[in-house]
């Protein structure tokens, strides 16, 4: 509607990772001044605010056009160039609220309470949309009026609650740190004025970036995260596409599986995941979730428009079923990591470092992703066939996604995560417990049989 193409579509992705260096920046005001409280407030609604003129730019900007496209990508970029300042700051100030026994808790119940929220309004939307679109018409703002105006009120809607959420942490108390943080000593001022401020910026740069790097853990954990999160940036902005057009699906059935499974899988894990991100720790929780994640996008590859509708229906809920519960776990462990950082040594340093490293994976798998997919783009009019499977530009990166999911796996070998259990202890405690409850299911219409004795 806007004016997308594969190449933008990769670029969209990107632009959540957009702040990626104003993340140091921001740590920089959280160590000089030692407060996060108002700078995530007023970060944070900025963030928030800027999703109101991009709901207006669907009635305002000529559409489809280059021009609307850019636009539309600029102001998502400037939100999320407020929400780096605002997430650190976030981060930090929980990390000194929050102790560290209760936070894997924690945070699985507030998931849980987010997606009871999350699930019906999805389901509103859903219907809604699918109620407001004109099957026959083009996707433009002038032959689907009813639609656009509807995309451009969720829009606005969305941005005030967003507002009312963050105002929400006003009551909530300040907390300063209990020891100052000792910030590199600024150069004495010699020569060239330029040459003085350069320096002040690389010492600056080294203290937020490369310092931490030589912790070697945080290095695994680093190349970890960024690598996973290349690879999902890199697929991520193509599947709605293949589901429209390969997979011929209508937007009430994409909502229910895009905005719906997900969320509702994931609520029915958090609250016990929480608990098992205490008690194992969370290296294993990585591990488990990013081998889930190459299996959550393996599908994928086998989907086809016309292949039977039993296989079809779980083939394409399976994905985001399974991708619901591994991209949580490894959000809900990556917060608890966080948070351990925020609470140590250097407090916003390593969180803004490893989101500033993450985020640059980001910015790359879009970008590359949207090259990738351009690059290739003859193959949506010459498909690959291998038996009943038309492969495209879009599969490819779906390829390439699945071969970065499994290579991060390698940087969490030999990573020291204090008191975290082994991986084979957690695999085999969740194997238990799916064995048990596949039994259990298996066996219960058996015990619902009236077994007796034969009467002698």
């Given amino acids: 509607m806007v004016g997308f193409d594969d190449f933008t579509r990769g670029l969209l992705a990107s632009a959540l990772y957009a702040g990626a260096f104003l993340q140091l920046i921001a ?139 963050i105002l929400l942490f006003r009551r909530i108390p300040e907390v300063l740190p209990a020891e100052p943080t000792v910030l590199p000593d600024r150069p004495r001022r010699t020569g060239w ?31 970890f995260r960024t690598t996973l999160t290349f690879a999902q940036t890199i697929a991520v902005g193509y599947f709605v596409w293949n589901i429209f057009e390969n997979l011929h699906m209508n937007v009430l059935h994409a909502t229910m599986l895009w905005m719906v499974a997900p969320p509702l899988a994931w609520m029915m894990i958090a609250r016990p995941l929480g608990r098992a991100i205490d008690q194992w720790g969370r290296r294993p929780v990585f591990a488990l979730g990013a081998a889930g994640t190459v299996f959550s996008i393996a599908p994928w590859l086998f989907i086809y428009a016309g292949m039977p509708p039993v296989a079809f229906y779980i083939l394409t809920a399976l994905p985001f079923v399974l991708g619901g519960i591994v991209w949580g776990t490894i959000q809900q462990a990556e917060y608890n990591m966080m948070m351990g950082f925020a609470d140590g040594k250097g407090r916003s340093r390593y969180v803004s470092a490893s989101r500033f490293y993450v985020s640059t994976g980001g910015i790359l798998g879009g970008v590359i992703g949207g090259l990738l997919t351009r690059s290739l783009g003859f193959l949506q009019d010459d498909p690959i066939l291998i038996g009943p499977f038309l492969y495209n530009n879009w599969h490819v990166a779906f390829a390439a996604s699945l071969l970065f999911r499994a290579l991060s796996l390698v940087f969490l070998i030999g990573m020291h995560d204090p008191g975290s259990k082994s991986v084979r202890h957690a695999a085999r405690q969740v194997g238990a417990g799916v064995y048990n409850a596949v039994i259990t299911g298996l066996l219960l219409p058996m015990r619902a049989l009236p077994w007796r004795r034969p009467r002698q």
């Fill in 27 to 165: 740590s920089l005001l959280i160590e000089r001044t030692g407060l996060t409280k108002y700078q995530f407030l007023w970060f944070a609604t900025i963030h928030r605010v800027l999703w109101i003129p991009i709901g207006l730019a669907l009635l305002v900007l000529p559409t489809p056009t280059p021009f609307a496209a850019i636009c539309v990508l600029v102001l998502i970029s400037m939100s999320w160039c407020a929400d780096a300042f605002a997430h650190p700051a976030w981060i930090t100030w929980m990390g000194m609220l929050i102790p560290p026994r209760i936070r894997g808790r924690f945070m699985g119940h507030r998931r849980v309470w987010t997606s009871l929220v999350h699930i019906p309004v999805a389901i509103v939307v859903g219907v809604g949309v699918w109620l407001a679109e004109d099957a026959d018409a083009k996707m433009t703002v002038a032959d689907q009026p009813v639609l656009a105006w509807l995309l451009a009120g969720m829009l606005i809607v969305g941005g005030i609650s967003g507002i009312i959420d």
């Fill in 193 to 223: 004025w330029l040459a003085h401020q350069a320096t002040r910026l690389w010492r600056g740069l080294h203290w937020l970036a490369f310092e931490p790097m030589a912790n070697r853990d945080f290095r695994k954990y680093v190349l």
